[in-house]
Structures are given as C-alpha cells and as structure tokens.
C-alpha cells in the first residue's frame, strides 16, 4: 500500500510514494511566484533567480529559495544538502538536493524515514 499518490504530469499514470514526491518538488521549484491564479504563493523564486549571474551570493540564494519553497511546500522532504552541479550559457541549470523523505509527513507523521536525494535540471 501506497502512502501517498497522484498522477503523472506527463502520462497521466498513477505515481506513487518517492516518485510522487520528486514530481512535486519538480513542480514546486519550476514554478514561478505569483503565477497560479488561485494560489498565488505557490512555487519558488528559483526561477527568476537562474536568469541572474552564479556567483557567490546568487548561488547562495538558489540553495536558500529551493530548501524554502520546498519547506513551505513539500512536507514529506527536507533538503539537507543542495548542490548545482551544471551551468551552461544556455539557461539550462541542474540542481541536486540530497534530504530526507519522510512517507506519511503529509499525514503529519515523521517517524518514518529516509535518506534519498533527486536531481533536477530547469531549462529557460
């Protein structure tokens, strides 16, 4: 049995448990703030972020803005450790959080869990 499910952005197909949790994080950090007409919070700054210079500060930021929206977000996973791994000229940058995956957290129950870590790569 599955702790938590959704469908596939993509396929339409069911997701369950990690992979369920790696679209939404996906989700969330892709998203622009203040583009969902109902939800207006919803997402993370990471995308207007990309666009700037990944120097010092700014790269500092891009860790600070996805471990918050996923925070505020995504309660069955806590960055530990964010790293951006590739940069290219052509806006494609790739992000690899390694945290923990809590399977019930959405249930508010966090004493299950995981170690487990996703990449994600954005693309303008």
Do not use: C
């Amino acid at each position: 049995m599955s702790d938590s499910a959704g469908a596939s952005a993509e396929t339409g197909q069911l997701l369950t448990n990690w992979e369920h949790v790696q679209q939404s994080i996906r989700k969330i950090l892709t998203t622009r703030l203040n583009t969902r007409v109902m939800r207006r919070d919803f997402g993370s700054e990471l995308p207007d972020l990309i666009d700037a210079k990944m120097i010092g500060r700014n790269v500092l930021a891009v860790y600070s803005a996805a471990a918050t929206a996923i925070k505020r977000w995504e309660p069955r996973y806590r960055v530990r450790v964010a790293r951006v791994t590739n940069l290219t000229a052509g806006g494609q940058v790739t992000l690899e959080l390694f945290g923990l995956y809590y399977p019930r957290g959405h249930l508010n129950d966090y004493s299950i869990v995981e170690d487990a870590s996703t990449r994600i790569i954005f693309e303008v």
